[in-house]
């Protein structure tokens, strides 16, 4: 399968240019964000594809990119299409019959604050719990980095005294550092309220619980939906591989894992995604009931003639 990445919008045009330039254009092509989750999910994908007979590129880009690709006809499918969060997004390419939703990939999604789980049954449960245990906290709430929407959201609950927190701090860093600080203090026995969400490697790792959102916690705590998104006229164009798309369905925890394999151990996307396959062979059976491969031959008796 081939790759390309770029960082850059304006750099859009030459990525698209390269899979006219390599051939591509024959190719299914993903866009393919650099989520650890969607990268591995989509490796997962087309390494199935490829042992069918189909060619596969994928190309790094953001959401609003891939969107805009599916748009014109230069990105085929997207696996990793979060909602509500990208509403903004798919609503208006949806309604104008641009893209297809095929169907919910993973649908047990979450966004909230979590703390220990030895908090959490010291009775830190709800969004309302913890002003009771303000001083445990030290009325501290560790986030993401400052400008993303899940520190503006936590912003307005504090500023707006939602529960009670209305004189509380918190601290936006990335990802990876505010972790290695609720580790190290979930390691010393002391209570962290945090932002999470899932899938992420945070929940193979950590004894953590989610919070129950109250009003007013809306724009940060709320479940979420990932959807398998494919451009206008792709099922006519793939007919075998929209019925794949139509059966594909993973758990938060098994995604989790894969990032837990990927963007922690550093194993290899490429031996995750095969080693998974060869692992779950009732869940691939099931991803590919009444698919045929590109020879016409049964879907499965390939997979099961590599793996």
Not at 34 to 40: A, D, F, L, N, R
Not at 45 to 73: A, H, R
Not at 110 to 123: H, M, N, R
Request: proline share 5%; glycine share 8%.
């Amino acid at each position: 399968m081939k790759k390309f990445s770029t960082t850059l919008t304006l750099a859009v045009a030459l990525v698209f240019m390269c899979f006219s330039l390599a051939g591509a254009s024959k190719a299914i092509r993903f866009g393919v964000p650099p989520w650890p989750g969607v990268t591995v999910k989509t490796e997962v994908v087309c390494q199935i594809l490829e042992t069918l007979g189909y060619e596969s590129v994928q190309v790094e880009v953001g959401p609003p990119v891939v969107f805009k690709g599916m748009e014109g006809n230069d990105i085929d499918a997207f696996l990793g299409s979060w909602t509500p969060q990208q509403n903004p997004l798919l609503k208006p390419l949806k309604e104008a019959g641009k893209v297809e939703v095929v169907r919910t990939n993973l649908d047990d999604a979450t966004i909230s604050l979590c703390v220990p789980e030895y908090a959490y049954q010291a009775g830190v449960r709800s969004f309302s719990d913890l002003d009771e245990h303000g001083d445990k906290f030290e009325r501290h709430i560790f986030n993401i980095e400052v400008g993303s929407p899940m520190h503006t959201a936590m912003g307005e609950i504090i500023e707006n005294d939602v529960a009670g927190l209305g004189d509380w701090e918190q601290t936006g860093t990335t990802t990876p550092i505010m972790l290695r600080e609720v580790i190290n203090k979930i390691d010393n026995n002391k209570w962290v309220a945090f932002a999470c969400w899932k899938p992420h490697w945070m929940n193979v790792k950590l004894d953590m619980k989610y919070l129950k959102p109250v009003p007013g916690t809306e724009k940060f705590a709320s479940d979420s939906l990932i959807h398998t998104v494919v451009r206008s006229g792709f099922g006519d164009d793939f007919p075998e591989v929209y019925k794949f798309f139509k059966n594909l369905q993973v758990s938060s925890y098994t995604q989790s894992r894969w990032i837990d394999s990927f963007a922690q151990k550093g194993v290899k996307v490429q031996a995750v995604a095969e080693k998974w396959i060869r692992n779950n062979p009732e869940v691939v059976s099931a991803w590919l009931k009444g698919v045929q491969a590109k020879d016409g031959t049964a879907a499965i008796e390939k997979i099961r003639s590599r793996y």
